[in-house]
């Protein structure tokens, strides 16, 4: 019922800049967190940023001062601004939603994306 869609991701210069959209669509009826994720080959999925309904941010040490996540309440979209990257930051990124559903039975679940490749060649 709920889907986080995905996009933004692709190849990039270390140094260089990408940003990572992600909307959630289907029988939402809001959305309280928002977050992004990020997997490396051989590595646990780790939190990259996190923004609350109010727009309250934390990040990962790693990316702090680098990134920057933001969203759109009206379009249920959320964003990642990727700026001096690194090859380490090389990985599949994936957006994650703290959704309630609207319906006869309402819900309360994680949505998640389904990833994006974000590759930083040095």
């Known amino acids: 019922q709920v889907q986080l869609v995905e996009s933004g991701g692709g190849l990039v210069q270390a140094g260089g800049s990408l940003r990572l959209s992600c909307a959630a669509s289907?029988?939402?009826?809001?959305?309280?967190?928002m977050a992004w994720y990020r997997q490396a080959p051989g590595n646990q999925r780790e939190v990259v940023a996190v923004?609350?309904?109010?727009?309250?941010?934390d990040y990962a040490e790693s990316v702090k001062g680098r990134f920057t996540i933001s969203r759109d309440n009206a379009k249920n979209t959320v964003y990642l601004q990727m700026n001096s990257l690194k090859p380490e930051d090389t990985a599949v990124y994936y957006c994650?939603?703290?959704?309630?559903?609207?319906?006869?039975?309402?819900?309360?679940?994680?949505?998640w994306g389904q990833g994006t490749q974000v590759t930083v060649s040095p």
């Open positions: 923004i609350t309904s109010g727009g309250s941010t």
């Open positions: 994650n939603a703290d959704v309630h559903t609207t319906g006869e039975i309402p819900k309360a679940l994680h949505a």
């Open positions: 289907g029988s939402i009826l809001s959305i309280n967190d």
